[in-house]
């Protein structure tokens, strides 16, 4: 990414996010021209002015919800991240439009002003939730992406380059499982696990940056991003934490599904890992540039050579216990947590 970020104003939506504040940290790491931090959140803005305290980062109060004030931010940049959304699946459960309002609506806002405004780059953060959506949070990014790849397809031949990255659960992240379990490990409470056998991809928030950062140097418009990753279970996330904090195994308590959960989450559908290109540690996805008019295909419709599984955290590489803890040593705050 340094080709496209030196001297580069750059806008990170939920800047005050997990994904938008190691984005951050990262982008003052290389020669970048200008941070801009978009949230609605002053608190957590003003912590995170005195956190970096650098001239390079402005702070912006708005909402992607509201198009004035993603104009006012956009405006004079030359690349986007767009991780601002609603995450949580219980919470779009039970406030369905609310996820509509902000992962779908207010995407729409970012990549029309990007593409009005002759913003060279968008990156859009999406999830593995998205694919066979069961939640309102899923089908919301789902649309997110739909609507991204509307754009593309609308505005080949502007100067925008949009693209859409799917990350799988990303460790340590804020509201995730992992604080969850260790805070519940060191106080001696109930580890709460959902179902034992439940698989989820592990990524690191570093190896989440070099999915965004891949995108931002080799995206053509239009184009979805996955980076392989392994998986574990639950149970084996909750064995290797309690192995690294001496916690007890009698501390895990089963309390079944909630709301919108999945089994296992899929960073690829059989459709799209059909059209898939394999680039080593990623997955790219071109976009379906076709126009409306099928009457091409009327007869033979659009062939297909091989048939391919859903990329799935049930079929990708599965960790065991051993291997999960291998892993957790690699995230900082574990490290911290440990005293190391």
Do not use: W
């Amino acid at each position: 990414m340094v080709r496209k970020v030196k001297g580069s104003t750059v806008v990170i939506t939920g800047g005050t996010g997990s994904f938008g504040s190691t984005m951050a940290k990262y982008l003052l790491s290389k020669d970048i021209g200008e941070i801009r931090i978009f949230s609605r959140d002053e608190a957590k803005q003003d912590a995170m002015r005195h956190a970096m305290g650098d001239a390079r980062v402005r702070f912006f109060i708005g909402d992607t919800r509201d198009a004035e004030s993603v104009e006012r931010v956009v405006r004079g940049s030359d690349l986007i991240f767009h991780a601002a959304a609603l995450k949580q699946v219980p919470s779009a459960e039970f406030f369905p439009l609310e996820a509509v309002k902000t992962n779908i609506n207010g995407s729409a806002n970012i990549l029309r002003s990007a593409v009005e405004n002759d913003v060279k780059g968008v990156v859009c953060l999406s999830t593995d939730k998205a694919v066979y959506p069961i939640n309102a949070m899923g089908m919301s990014k789902a649309l997110m992406e739909k609507t991204a790849q509307a754009f593309a397809r609308d505005y080949q031949d502007s100067n925008t380059t949009i693209s859409v990255t799917r990350y799988g659960n990303v460790m340590y992240s804020r509201g995730s499982v992992i604080p969850l379990f260790i805070s519940q490990i060191k106080a001696g409470k109930p580890i709460t696990v959902t179902d034992p056998t439940m698989t989820r991809f592990l990524m690191s928030l570093a190896e989440s940056v070099d999915l965004v950062e891949y995108a931002f140097e080799h995206a053509t418009t239009g184009d979805l991003f996955v980076r392989k990753a392994p998986a574990s279970t639950i149970e084996d996330l909750a064995l290797a934490l309690i192995e690294m904090f001496g916690g007890s195994k009698d501390q895990i308590q089963n309390i079944g599904f909630r709301h919108g959960e999945k089994l296992y989450e899929s960073l690829l559908s059989t459709e799209e890992r059909v059209k898939a290109e394999d680039l080593g540690g990623y997955f790219r996805v071109p976009l379906d540039a076709r126009d409306l008019n099928y009457s091409v295909y009327f007869e033979e419709g659009e062939s297909r050579s091989e048939s391919l599984d859903a990329y799935t955290s049930h079929n990708t590489n599965r960790l065991n216990v051993e291997g999960v803890k291998k892993l957790l040593l690699t995230i900082p705050e574990v490290r911290l947590e440990l005293g190391l």
